[in-house]
């Protein structure tokens, strides 16, 4: 319903607007790694598919008003994204593992921590959206994201050494529908915005480490 007012705002004043997507439009991927072409596999009644289906149709609405009236819209498909300023209890798994590991509490992965994801500085992020919104005559979808891959014991590990934690690693049950692999495909993004990541995960776990010991500390 949203994104049916801001379309209807944006076709009344002839605004470029901008969709916020997500990876999770390929669900649980069976094309590694995911290009934009990828139409994604995705369980449309299980416990992650509200967020899943709720994503994808505001893409089709997007483009529904472009074609039929023209609107201006930019899709950028936000891959795992971190940094400081994340809430304490946001729930995703970089501030989980460090503000575990900041209080040398037990550190929680789901199945044996196996599975990858790719994490994307924030400020490389806003660098890619900011691209793309001043790019013309492209609306998109776009992958935005670090298409270097990294299990999450591996993160859960480059954590640990980073804050020094006494904490140790505990498995919990892998939830229904969790992807296996999460990898952008970038050339889109390399090709028609010159953009690429130029952050570093560890050195963006630093800052990130760093914003939550302050955090913590108040």
């Avoid at 009344?12 to 901008?18: K, T």
């Avoid at 501030?95 to 575990?100: E, G, K, L």
Wanted: hydrophobic share 35%; aromatic share 8%.
């Amino acid at each position: 319903m949203g994104a049916i007012n801001m379309l209807g705002l944006a076709k009344r004043v002839r605004a470029r607007i901008l969709q916020a997507s997500t990876s999770e439009v390929y669900g649980d991927p069976k094309v590694h790694p995911q290009t934009e072409s990828y139409w994604g596999h995705v369980n449309p009644i299980g416990i992650r598919s509200c967020y899943d289906e709720g994503k994808r149709v505001a893409e089709t609405l997007m483009m529904d008003y472009h074609r039929q009236n023209h609107v201006d819209i930019r899709i950028v498909r936000i891959f795992n994204t971190y940094g400081p300023r994340m809430a304490v209890n946001d729930g995703r798994v970089v501030s989980n593992f460090i503000v575990q590991a900041l209080r040398n509490q037990p550190i929680t992965i789901y199945g044996d921590g196996s599975q990858t994801r790719s994490f994307c500085f924030v400020s490389d992020l806003v660098d890619g959206i900011w691209r793309l919104m001043n790019t013309e005559g492209l609306t998109g979808p776009v992958n935005i994201g670090n298409p270097r891959e990294f299990t999450i014991r591996e993160l859960a590990g480059l954590v640990i050494s980073l804050t020094g934690s006494k904490s140790e690693i505990v498995s919990r049950p892998l939830p229904q529908d969790d992807p296996v692999q999460r990898q952008p495909d970038i050339s889109l993004a390399a090709a028609k915005l010159g953009w690429q990541p130029s952050v570093a995960l560890k050195d963006g776990l630093v800052q990130t480490i760093d914003y939550f010991q302050r955090r913590l500390a108040q």
